[in-house]
């Protein structure tokens, strides 16, 4: 769905991503991980059109897009929600909604919102209050699901745990896993990658502008420099496929990663 062949952005004499390839499957989770600085947020702009890359090609569906703007690709089905939970704060929570659709010409925007707020049901509960006044966790719900009025085949999302408590980061991931079952692929960056490889199917791992490692979120996780780079705390993670039939989770045995609820191996136990 989205393919990165050999892509170098640059701000201005600094190199920001160096001849980064990846792959983003129709239906997967991949998560995206690295420190800050790594160039994550490079990476995510630049396959939505914000960043233009020097070199390289970015494919989205088998069409090249690298030379498209953040506009037309977003009408070509690229959602992104960016950094930091920007919503409009001064706004209500519907019309927030409301703007994530701000493209769309069709009938169905109120049949969406309605399928956002099963999704979502704070945001029901918040729809006519000041989106700058929610907390961060319901801040960053709203910007996911702004992101998701417009839509898209693929939702990139730019660090949504950031700043939140554990059981809201749990509570983001189950809603990632949810929209990937109603048929959104996602690529999801974070530097909580005890979070991220808990639910994605496959991840890559970027340090100054290099892709360092991919594999199976299982493989990740078991590998000991990802391990000791990015799972430090904690101790050892263990990721088993989830034996739900047509299961999207990755079944966790880490009490701060979400388990599937139907999972027979729930909690662990
Ligand atoms: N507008 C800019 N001008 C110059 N350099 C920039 C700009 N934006 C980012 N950089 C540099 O590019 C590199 C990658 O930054 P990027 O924001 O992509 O990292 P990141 O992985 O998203 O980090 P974080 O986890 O802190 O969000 C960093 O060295 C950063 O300083
Ligand atoms: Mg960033």
Known sequence: MLRLNNVSTFYGQIRALDQVSMEVKPGEIIALIGANGAGKTTLLNTACGILNPRSGQVYFEDK?????????????????????????????????????AYQRHDKEIKRDIEQTFELFPILQKRQKQAAGTMSGGEQQMLAIARGMM???????????????????VREIMRVIADLRQRGTTILLVEQNARAALGVADRGYVIETGHIVMQGTAKELVANEGVQKAYLGKGGRLQLSRCNVPNGVYACLTDPMIITCAECPNRNGK
């Open 64 to 100: 090249l897009v690298s030379d498209l703007n953040a506009e037309k690709i977003v009408q070509m089905g690229m959602g992104h929600v960016p950094e930091r939970r920007q919503v409009f704060g001064t706004m209500s929570v519907m019309d927030n909604l409301l703007l994530g």
């Open 150 to 168: 417009s839509r898209p085949k693929l939702l990139m999302l730019d660090e949504p745990s950031v700043g939140l408590a554990p059981l809201m």
